[in-house]
């Protein structure tokens, strides 16, 4: 039994079920954006989810941590998806604390992972330099210098960069700008000198920010792990934020679906509910098929991920290929089926397909993947 | 969980002991044995693993004992499913008696038509076919015109049936029949008869594939015993129903088997595109070929948790048509991007010029078709979901 919730992951469930709808409704979410709130997201919400073990999720217990793994951090991200949560949970909890779990040194550990579980520090994973994911294109360069390193380049669409206590760097220590080898992480305070941030306001009123480092002088208790290895870390925490991610997605998709059902059974032309309409039912039945093959690929995704399966990589790909094709294909769907309303601001559905396309870009769409997947099958 | 184990270890042994080697390679689709009175056993071990599997009521694991089944629990029937696939092992009998009518005979037939009919199930030694569609009763399956009427001690059976799977082959049919004209569904009652009483009569169809794989089924005065009707007179629509899920879940899985003969896209397309690596260098196809594959792969995978959640007892009702549907539409999809792949090589309809795999590619994806017509089209599958899964009104 690996691909049904288990008990105490259905008690996970009911909690987060329970959690989002009343405390980050969608309308929460156009609140932040209306009133353009300078941090982009609740502090105070944070730190309640933090209160029930969600910023620690995939924290060691030794620091704090609820350690429910992937599978649990699945769960609760599938129901912040719903609700189009603006939290941190993607930025530390999924990719940042596990990337300071993989390459920190014991008292880097300890130093930062009970303040992120406890939902006092806030991550920011400074990866992309190009417009598409693309993990080890990494042409910002870490020149060594006495004591320490020297940080010169550019980041962009960072997740959290702004409101983050922490950022995690991804630097080049050796190599050509597209190696895998050569690549370092490095952890840096907001004020450090050199490093600027300006958040960059996206179509789904989430966090992003880019980065200039312009001579930034870290000291060596600055790099996290060693120099020119942290490749294959960066790259299984990625496959955790891809199928973390794709949980999240099916969230968002599950519940553009059902939102944009009911209106199928609602709404009434020509004497009847639209939903009676079979050109209509065969699109809701397609949808229901997508949605019911991603599942299956994010909980396999996820459950490797925790038994660090031999093909957790690949079926990350899956899962996040298959999340993208299906919220591209549920959004599109979502907005026509709702007609003229589903054009306007005031109807909700608007938000799900403005994220749905933050999401697909973010760690790779289904494009990056199928390529990837077809790489590793060596084809 | 030990006694699982310990089934487990068992299995495996007698499988070990008893497969012959032979029968634990790739099937060809002629080498398929389906039973019945004059069966057809092309390879000469299948006849040997027929008789052992049966022997041990392994054909029908989970049916009881008592009718030729092996009574074994759902866990266990897993586990020897498992080990099956894990050594390879041929299935040693295609049935529609095993797969179809086998299900509601358990649950409608009275004890003498169980005890009558499901034992030489199990054992292959009658070969069935089904009797649902008629030329004015497709999609609108409960629109069927074949009249039984009642003459005291028999029916006497008149009308005509199409799409009659291997009907040429049968022994025996079930079918559905009107007792009643006055209403719809109603008025359908579900028979068995032998089809070598008198007036009943098969003509084969040839595909476009050039196969001949259903009949049309003609039925003139047959007269047929009253202790036949399966269930109660005018009640065979609820069976009709339930059997077709069960078909329905067989089409989805003998669409992957139809498309197990010919091999996976990534094969066929190194061997026609692929570079000394192996590697496929037209990123479009590349990308086709991934896009295929990983679909593939959520649909196994969703399969497996179907199989999972319904052990767990938190089924979900709509899971045979989706099947029916996926299944068969990516099996489509997997011939169409074959002949992409391949290009001319696939479109041969005969030797010289083409190798025998590449001739089974043209007839594989023009069989394939039928995949979501029989058993419920496409459509009707997407149907049932927005109807019984999505609660769309009618």
């Known amino acids: 039994m690996s691909l049904v919730l288990r008990e105490e992951e259905r008690l996970l469930k009911h909690a987060a079920q329970a959690f989002f709808p009343a405390r980050a409704p969608v309308k929460a979410l156009r609140v932040l954006r209306d009133t353009h709130d300078g941090s982009g997201f609740d502090r105070a919400l944070w730190r309640d989810m933090a209160e029930l073990g969600w910023a620690g999720i995939l924290v060691p217990e030794a620091h704090g941590g609820s350690a429910f793994g992937y599978r649990g951090m699945g769960v609760v991200l599938e129901e912040a998806g719903r609700s189009l949560c603006a939290s941190p949970l993607v930025g530390t909890a999924l990719l940042g604390a596990p990337l300071i779990a993989e390459l920190g040194s014991a008292s880097q550990q300890a130093a930062i992972l009970p303040a992120v579980a406890a939902g006092d520090c806030v991550l920011a994973v400074a990866l992309e330099e190009t417009p598409r994911h693309a993990p080890h294109q990494i042409a910002t360069a870490a020149e060594r210098v006495a004591g320490g390193y020297r940080l010169r380049g550019h980041k962009t669409f960072v997740l959290d960069a702004h409101v983050a206590d922490r950022l995690l760097v991804v630097a080049r220590t050796h190599g050509a700008t597209d190696a895998a080898d050569g690549l370092a992480v490095f952890l840096l305070a907001p004020a450090t000198p050199g490093l600027a941030i300006t958040r960059t306001p996206m179509v789904d009123s989430r966090n992003a920010a880019e980065l200039v480092l312009d001579d930034v002088k870290l000291s060596d208790e600055a790099l996290l792990g060693t120099a020119n290895a942290a490749w294959p870390a960066l790259e299984r925490c990625l496959d955790g934020a891809r199928a973390g991610l794709a949980a999240e997605m099916l969230g968002t998709g599950l519940e553009a679906f059902e939102r944009t059902l009911a209106y199928l059974k609602l709404r009434q032309q020509f004497g009847v509910p639209i939903g009676s309409f079979q050109a209509l039912k065969h699109r809701a039945a397609l949808m229901y098929c997508e949605l019911e093959l991603t599942r299956s690929c994010v909980i396999a995704a996820l459950h490797a991920l925790d038994e660090a399966g031999t093909d957790s990589a690949e079926l990350a790909s899956l899962a996040k290929a298959k999340a993208c094709d299906m919220l591209e294909l549920v959004t599109n769907e979502a907005v026509q089926l709702h007609g003229g309303i589903g054009m306007t601001d005031l109807e909700e559905i608007g938000f799900f397909l403005k994220r749905a396309r933050v999401q697909q870009m973010t760690f790779g769409d289904a494009e990056f993947h199928r390529a990837r997947y077809a790489r590793r099958r060596g084809w | ?394």
Not at chain 2, 60 to 75: H, I, N, T, Y
Not at chain 2, 114 to 122: D, E, Q, T, V
């Open chain 2, 1 to 394: 969980m030990s006694t699982l184990d310990d089934f487990r270890s068992d299995t495996r042994a007698w499988l070990e002991a008893n497969c012959p080697p032979s029968m634990r390679t790739p099937m060809p689709e002629d080498e398929r044995v389906w039973g019945g009175r004059q069966p057809s056993f092309k390879h000469p071990d299948s006849r040997l693993w027929l008789e052992r599997m049966a022997a041990r009521g392994w054909t029908v694991p989970s049916w009881p004992r008592e009718f030729g089944g092996g009574g074994l629990d759902a866990d266990q029937t897993q586990i020897l499913n498992g080990e099956m696939a894990r050594l390879r092992c041929r299935s040693p009998l295609f049935s529609f008696g095993i797969s179809m009518l086998g299900p509601v005979l358990l649950k409608y037939g009275t004890p003498a038509q169980k005890a009558r009919h499901l034992p030489p199930i199990a054992r292959g030694e009658i070969r069935w076919c089904q009797g649902y569609s008629e030329p004015g009763a497709g999609s609108d399956l409960a629109a069927l015109a074949t009249r039984a009427e009642d003459r005291g001690d028999h029916f006497l059976v008149n009308g005509q049936k199409i799409w009659t799977s291997y009907a040429h082959y049968a022994d025996w049919i079930f079918c559905l029949v009107r007792t009643d004209t006055s209403v719809k569904q109603g008025g359908i009652s579900f028979l068995l008869f032998d089809m070598t009483s008198g007036g009943v009569e098969t003509r084969p169809i040839t595909l476009i594939s050039g196969a001949s794989v259903f009949c049309e089924t003609f039925f003139t005065d047959v007269r047929v015993p009253k202790e036949n009707l399966v269930g109660r007179l005018n009640g065979g629509w609820e069976i009709a129903k339930e059997l077709l899920q069960h078909e329905r879940g067989m089409i989805a899985q003998i669409g992957r088997a139809i498309g197990g003969v010919v091999p996976d896209v990534d094969v066929i397309a190194r061997q026609y595109l692929g570079d000394a690596q192996g590697r496929i260098a037209d990123p479009i196809l590349r990308d086709a070929v991934a896009r295929h594959l990983m679909n593939d792969r959520a649909f196994a995978l969703t399969v497996r948790r179907a199989g999972e959640e319904s052990a767990a007892g938190v089924a979900n009702g709509g899971v045979s048509s989706m099947f029916k549907y996926y299944g068969t539409e990516q099996n489509k999809r997997k011939f169409e991007l074959i002949l992409k792949l391949a290009g001319t090589r696939a479109l041969g309809w005969e030797a010289p010029g083409f190798s025998a795999d590449e001739l089974t590619l043209c007839r594989s994806w023009l069989r394939s078709k039928g995949n979501s017509i029989e058993g419920g089209t496409s459509e009707i599958q997407l149907n049932v979901i927005a109807k019984r899964v999505l609660g769309l009104p009618d």
